[in-house]
């Protein structure tokens, strides 16, 4: 459904990603791992069109950069990292906005499939006990859940996630990743995220790519990908053994 065929992020004169390909299929939960500046979110933001690369990405058959912006958001949901809402918008106003793409303007009568949709993300999140309060009222896990909805009513085919669990506790980090499961398991449907906690991209993740510099280590199945000698040449030390050592102050 979707392929990235060699593709580069240039800043300046700096190439942050460089010559990235893959594909991605129907029902992959695709990981972009690595670590910090290795150019993960530049290439998640490459996939979507919204900022200029080099190479081709085909969504669906079709150049991401040919997309009408509406084209493009009604194919693919984008969560970004940093969700800093501006005022104390209600719930179910933020989710709403996910149908914006099916609409002229933000002030477009909904009509009964963008309620159904609106009404299906609010039912997958659990937040419709909450949809009449305000973001102010909530937690930052319950923030992540309404943006996440929001994506989720937009009904798109691929969502691209930058870090979903970023500043959550444990409860909230399953909680958030069972719900994008629940989704990507009514079919038809693939999810590519980026993730810090390795642990989690391996629970949740079937194929993706560990980046280092700009460049693949390795990619594929993802108990392939994350061997100790790709973890150790993209983090540059034993990432397993420092683990393992962990776990072991948990042993009583
Ligand atoms: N808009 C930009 N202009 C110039 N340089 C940028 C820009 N965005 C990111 N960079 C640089 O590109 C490199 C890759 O950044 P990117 O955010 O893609 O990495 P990342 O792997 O997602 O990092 P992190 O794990 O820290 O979020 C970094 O060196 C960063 O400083």
Known sequence: MLKANHVSVVYGDTMVVQDVSFHIAMGDWFMILGPNGAGKSSLLKALTGVISSQGKVELLGQAVQSYRPAERAQAIGFLSQVQAPSYAYRVEDVVQLGRYAYHNGPFAR????????????????????????????????????????????????VLLLDEPTNHLDLAYQEEILSHIEHWLNQGNRAVISVMHDLTLARAYGNRGLLLANGRVIRQGNLSNVLSSANLEAAYGFDVQSLMQGRMKLWDV
């Open 110 to 157: 909904l009509k009964q499939v963008d309620q159904q949709k609106v009404a299906e993300a609010l039912a997958l999140t659990g937040l419709e006990t909450m949809r009449q309060r305000t973001l102010d009222e909530l937690s930052g896990g319950e923030v992540q859940r309404v943006f996440l909805a929001q994506v989720f009513a937009q009904d798109p085919q």
